[in-house]
């Protein structure tokens, strides 16, 4: 019996996959819950075990396409199949055909990649939060185009003041606030380098483009604010040096990151409102505090959350974070472990700057940033004294966060570090 | 002082007189300056609605002309048009509603000043004949209007060379009627004159009928006016026109440079309509012109301060301005608002729509397939032809189509252009789409009451996503 390998639906709210790598090949024997492919959703990377046991006998979707969850990708046969047999099961949503040279010249034939992505996304897209969103939209005066195409870029439209009739936001008034030029004139797309010029022209991956487009989005979407603060990170250094043997003894490392989302946990236990989101005109306050930590990956970047982070000691913490980094390195992540962050770390320090300026990961409200954590020379009782510091920035959202709640913020943070309990460790 | 007004408006057509009624509305005291013996301008007295007026009489004479068909006896003898009953009718149907505004002007107490105007000095205006006096005014509204205009190498001479202005109240059918220009004015006249029984020819400079309309509504009309047995002479320069005693004759340069000579009753001149301004006094007034149009702002003001302009008269300086009785209405209302105060929006002047009374009608708005292309619209183009609906065959008429363009980015809907039965109706819809900024996904989704002819433009909806449901 043939099996079929379905695009895997990772997480509810995602539609389409990408196939990103065949680690095997057509003809390979492959073992029950062997890794099969590679795939990009806009969510996580996920590598894909086979779903049986037996001989690859047909990839249907190559490397770098598109296709809806649940479609037809690969066909498994029984070990003594033959490779050229199989009569494969009708794909649920066929898979888009390649572009190929004919579909250059005559594209006017169809546009199944505007009929797919819109048909796509209504079947899966739309759960609960989306809905709230596109009704959200609706209340605000605006028109179907405008909401086409606020939805294309990711803006809310709230945050466009409207010059239409009783403040109705026009397609003037969202061409103007994306910054594109109105009545139809286009961007050239290929104006950017002459036809001769020397250069490589990539198409970016999934991961990359979902990065390009919520960085943008969150830009436009919150009224970011920075504030910096120094914290000396002289006792939870001494705390570290103490404890690290008896951590690695027990199977877990002992970071600065554990300790600074132990600071961040009991600051957002305080501040209720920078652990919320903004939703039309209501603050969503959230009962679990989740902290998603940003992890550099070689194409990208990946923010795993920890989840419920307020029930976990240190060593949980530094366990935690160890367990995420090393998955979303690894691509071994599960969509749940990406999804309903409340606050988000990020950490420039590792690769030297003295401090970044993040932008915020929506819908959250804030984004802690921690430079790099060395040595420097500082005042204490008018003397100069050597001790272990760091800047830490913290990004946050001037709609709901006003400066004065910032800072405090900030500074229970530099106070929990600075008087980190040892016998917590 | 009694003839001291918030507003004087000079010029009572169908700018001049609603923003008279606007302004009056929202508390000014408001005089209408009018030279004509009637209110209405050229709208009720000269353009539309005695062109229509004619165009419904050539409406029922179709239908009488195809009685068989629809089981109707005629007693003996085939059916004709009697113009002096043709001309009363349109006479009473005018005067009904030149006398509507006069009640108007006294429900809302406007005072209907008769005479020239002129203007002379900050807010003040002479009125020169008529009943003569000098009116004060906070701020002064020309809506003047437009005349019929001829092109080089054809005099008018109002009898056997003539325009819009007299072909409205001809006592008898001309047996050959040559149309120069094949605008609204043209092919309106070409239809109303061929059903009344003249042998008509059409002679257009473009190489299309009707060239604002976009490309495809051109050849579906060329092919139905041939069909009716209009000739239909495009590319065609006219260089020279002389009345005769008994007619005209015309000489016409063909695409090929031949010149073709034409001989027939009457020649209407239909080139197009140009300001109105003589004896106004606006270079006094030091009012700046383009071309003898007034250039106004997008709100309607001129260069100087407390006069305004509106309608056929103006050019906001963005080439043509549409010379359109609604145009001038809506100017009109919102010149009105404004001076009262009100905040006001200027007009997207894409979303004018257009209606072409011929047969078969065309309803137009917003961008051709052209100019959207050229506009850098990446276009998407939805077809419906009306002869595939049940209520088309039921009425019998058959011929012409919607046409949607829309922008494939966002699928925004740019342009409709209809052409066949109720065009100039259906129109509507698609103007109200344009304004409120539809996608042609939402134009999809909106039920079109079935059998109807606005069927065709939902199913066009359909066909601009690849797929009509009846075709």
Known sequence: ?425 | MSNSYDVVVVGAGTGGYVAAIRAAQLGKSVAVVEKQKALGGTCLIWGCIPTKALLEHAHALKVIQHASEWGVTLPSGSPAIDMTQVQARKDKIVTTLTKGIEFLFKKNKITWIKGTARLAGPGTVDVVDGDRQTLQAKEIILATGSSPRSVPNVQIDHARIITSDEAIHLKQVPASLVILGSGAVGVEFASIYQRFGSEVTVIELVNRLVPVEDEAVSAELEKSFKKQGITVLTGTKVTRASATATGVEVDAETPDGSTRKISADLLLVATGRGPVTTGLGVEDAGIALERGYINVDELYRTSVTGVSAIGDVITLGTGPHPQLAHVSSMEGVIVAERIAGKPVQPINYDHVPGCTYCDPEIGSVGLTEAQARQRGYDVAIGTFPFGVLGRARMAGETEGFVKIVADKKYDELLGVHLIGPRSTELVAEAVLALRLECTAEELIKTIHAHPTFSEAVGEAAHAVHGAAIHV
């Open chain 1, 1 to 425: 019996m043939p099996t079929p390998v379905l695009m895997p639906q990772m997480g509810e709210s995602i539609a389409e996959g990408t196939i990103v790598r065949w680690i095997k090949k057509v003809g390979d024997s492959v073992d029950r819950d062997e890794p099969l492919f590679e795939i990009s959703t806009d969510k996580v990377d996920a590598e894909i075990p086979a779903p049986a046991a037996g001989v690859l006998t047909e990839i249907k979707v190559k490397e770098g396409e598109t296709v809806a969850v649940n479609s037809v990708v690969a066909t498994i046969g029984g070990a003594s199949e033959a490779v050229a047999t199989p009569e494969p099961p009708r794909p649920a949503a066929a898979p888009p055909a390649p572009p190929t040279r004919d579909a250059v010249v005559a594209p006017d034939v169809t546009d199944p990649p505007h009929v797919k992505g819109s048909t796509a996304r209504r079947s899966n897209g739309r759960q609960a939060p989306a809905r709230a969103v596109e009704d959200d939209l609706r209340r605000h005066r605006s028109s179907p185009l405008v909401r086409r195409i606020a939805r294309d870029h990711h803006v809310d439209i709230a945050q466009i003041p409207g010059s239409g009739l009783g403040g109705r936001v026009t397609k003037h008034d969202i061409l103007g606030y994306i910054g594109e030029q109105g009545s139809g004139v286009r961007e050239q797309e290929s104006m950017s380098h002459d036809s001769g010029a020397r250069v490589e022209i990539k198409p970016l991956s999934v991961m990359r483009k979902k990065i390009a487009e919520h960085m943008v989005m969150s830009r436009r979407t919150s009224a970011h604010v920075h504030s910096v603060f120094h914290v000396n990170f002289s006792t939870v250094e001494k705390i570290r040096q103490q404890k690290k043997a008896e951590y690695e003894q027990s199977g877990a490392r002992l970071t600065y990151m554990a300790f600074i989302a132990k600071a961040v946990v009991a600051a957002l236990r305080k501040f209720p409102i920078v652990n919320a989101s903004l939703e039309g005109d209501n603050v969503l306050y959230k009962k679990d505090i989740n902290i998603g930590i940003a992890v550099a990956l070689e194409s990208g970047l990946i923010v795993p959350v920890i989840k419920r982070a307020d029930e976990k000691n240190l060593l949980g913490m530094s366990r935690a974070i160890v367990d995420l980094a090393d998955r979303a390195r690894s691509k071994q992540l599960k969509p749940e472990d990406v999804h309903d962050g409340t606050f988000t770390i990020t950490n420039p320090g590792q690769f030297g700057s003295q401090f970044g300026m993040p932008i915020i990961n929506q819908p959250q409200v804030a984004i802690l940033g921690v430079g790099t954590i060395e040595k420097r020379p500082i005042v204490v009782d008018d003397a100069i004294a050597i001790r272990t510091m760091a800047y830490l920035t913290l990004g946050y959202d001037h709609r709901l966060v006003d400066g004065a709640t910032g800072d405090q913020f900030l500074a229970e943070i530099k106070q929990q570090i600075e008087h980190f309990d040892p016998s917590a460790a």
